[in-house]
C-alpha cells in the first residue's frame, strides 16, 4: 500500500545514518524546521455502499380452498384491494345442499338424543321400583352415550360444510396489490390451485449484497441509509432487520436485508442503493497523514516539547482523507509534528514555522 508518509521512511532512516555519522548534529546545533498540528478528537463514521433490490415482504399466492367451478371475478391485475375483499367466487351450489345434509342429521340425532333420554329416565324409575333390570337400564345408557357420540361428529360435519360454503367466496388475506390473475370465469378448479398474487407493496425488504470480506462488521441493528432510484431525493433511515448467514455461491457476497415501510412510490422488484454504518466512533483522536512515519521501533509521531520532538510510539486506527486515526499512544491536544516528521529523530530539536492546520 502506498502511503505519503511512506516517502518519510527513507527520509528518516538517511538522517538517522547522518545524525550518527555526525554526533555534533545531535547536539541540537541545527533545528529542523517542522510545522505543528494539535491532534483532534472528532467523530468517525463509515458508510458501506452498496446496490441491492427492493420486494415485497408480503407476497401471498391465494389458491382455492375448495373445488369447484368459478362463477365470477371480482378483481383484476393493478386493482388495490384490502384484506377481506372479495376476489373470486366459486359455484356454491354442492356446498350449500352439502350443509343442509348436515344441518338435516344433526336435527335428526337431537331427536333421538331426546327421545332416549326420556327412555333413560323411565328406566331409572322403574329399576327403584323392581319392574324394570339393571341391564335394560345399562343398554339405554349405552345407546345414550352412543347418540351422544354421533351428534357430536354431526355437529363437526356441519361447520365443515359451513367453512366449505363459506370458501367458495375467495377472499383476500392481507391489503395489497393484485399483480397476477390466474384464472377466468368458467374455469373448473381444484383444492390449492392458484388464482391470484398479491403484493403488500406497504412494506418493502432492501437486499443488499456486501462482500464477504466485511463479514465481520455486519450485524443485525446497524444503521441504514436507503434511497431509491424512483424517488432520488428522499431518503428513508432504518436499521439492519437479518442477515443472510450463508455467503452467495454466485458472488461471494453475503446478504444485507432490510425491512422497511413504504415512503410512497417504491415499488417491489425497483433497485435501490443502500449504506450501512459499519463504524462509529465518537472523540477519535486524528493527525495528519504525514505526522505518522516509520521507524525502527515502529510507527511513531513526534511531540513537541519546550522545542524538542520526542518520538511516541501509537497504534492506527481507520484511514481518512488525509489524516489517520491513532487508536493508542496520544491524546487530543497534543502537538505534534506534521510537515518535517519524516526528518526527525527521537529528542531532535525543532523549529516551528507556521501553525498547524486543523482536522476535518
Given at each position: 500500500m502506498n502511503r505519503p508518509w511512506r516517502c518519510g521512511v527513507v527520509a528518516g532512516l538517511a538522517l538517522v545514518l547522518v545524525l550518527t555519522a555526525r554526533p555534533e548534529a545531535a547536539a541540537g546545533e541545527h533545528r529542523v524546521p517542522v510545522t505543528v498540528v494539535h491532534a483532534r478528537a472528532q467523530l468517525i463514521e463509515r458508510w458501506e455502499p452498496a446496490v441491492?433490490?427492493?420486494?415485497?415482504?408480503?407476497?401471498?399466492t391465494v389458491a382455492a380452498e375448495v373445488g369447484g367451478r368459478v362463477v365470477g371475478v371480482e378483481a383484476e391485475v393493478g386493482d388495490r384491494i384490502g384484506a377481506g375483499e372479495l376476489l373470486a367466487r366459486i359455484d356454491a351450489e354442492d356446498y350449500r345442499l352439502a350443509k343442509a345434509a348436515a344441518e338435516a342429521e344433526v336435527q335428526r340425532l337431537e331427536a333421538l338424543l331426546k327421545a332416549q333420554r326420556l327412555q333413560v329416565g323411565r328406566l331409572r324409575s322403574l329399576v327403584r321400583g323392581r319392574s324394570a333390570s339393571q341391564s335394560d337400564l345399562d343398554d339405554a345408557q349405552a345407546q345414550l352415550d352412543a347418540l351422544r357420540a354421533?351428534?357430536?361428529?354431526?355437529?363437526?360435519?356441519?361447520?365443515?360444510?359451513?367453512?366449505?360454503?363459506?370458501?367458495t367466496r375467495v377472499a383476500s388475506p392481507v391489503d395489497g396489490r393484485i399483480d397476477e390473475r390466474m384464472v377466468s370465469v368458467g374455469d373448473y378448479v381444484q383444492v390449492g390451485a392458484p388464482l391470484f398474487a398479491i403484493t403488500r407493496v406497504e412494506r418493502l425488504r432492501a437486499r443488499l449484497p456486501y462482500p464477504e470480506s466485511l463479514a465481520g462488521r455486519l450485524r443485525r441493528g446497524l444503521p441504514v441509509r436507503l434511497q431509491s432510484p424512483m424517488e432520488p431525493e428522499r431518503r428513508v433511515e432504518a436499521r439492519v432487520t437479518e442477515l443472510r448467514p450463508r455467503i452467495q455461491p454466485g458472488n461471494r457476497a453475503i446478504e444485507v436485508l432490510v425491512d422497511?415501510?413504504?415512503?410512497?412510490?417504491?415499488?417491489?422488484?425497483?433497485?435501490?442503493?443502500?449504506?450501512?454504518?459499519?463504524?462509529?466512533?465518537?472523540?477519535?483522536?486524528?493527525?495528519?497523514?504525514?505526522?505518522?512515519?516509520?521507524?525502527?521501533?515502529?510507527?511513531?509521531?513526534?511531540?513537541?516539547?519546550?522545542?524538542?520532538?520526542?518520538?511516541?510510539?501509537?497504534?492506527?486506527?481507520?484511514?481518512?482523507?488525509?489524516?489517520i486515526e491513532i487508536r493508542q499512544g496520544l491524546r487530543a491536544g497534543e502537538p505534534v509534528v506534521a510537515d518535517g516528521a519524516g526528518f526527525l529523530t527521537d529528542g531532535a530539536p525543532v523549529e516551528v514555522q507556521e501553525p498547524g492546520r486543523d482536522a476535518p
Open positions: 441491492g433490490e427492493l420486494e415485497a415482504v408480503t407476497s401471498p354421533q351428534l357430536l361428529g354431526a355437529r363437526v360435519k356441519l361447520q365443515q360444510a359451513e367453512r366449505d360454503l363459506a370458501r422497511v415501510d413504504n415512503p410512497g412510490s417504491w415499488e417491489p422488484g425497483a433497485s435501490v442503493t443502500g449504506q450501512v454504518r459499519t463504524l462509529h466512533r465518537e472523540h477519535a483522536v486524528v493527525v495528519p497523514e504525514q505526522a505518522v512515519v516509520r521507524r525502527p521501533a515502529g510507527t511513531v509521531v513526534y511531540v513537541v516539547q519546550e522545542g524538542v520532538a520526542h518520538q511516541r510510539i501509537v497504534q492506527l486506527g481507520e484511514w481518512l482523507p488525509g489524516w
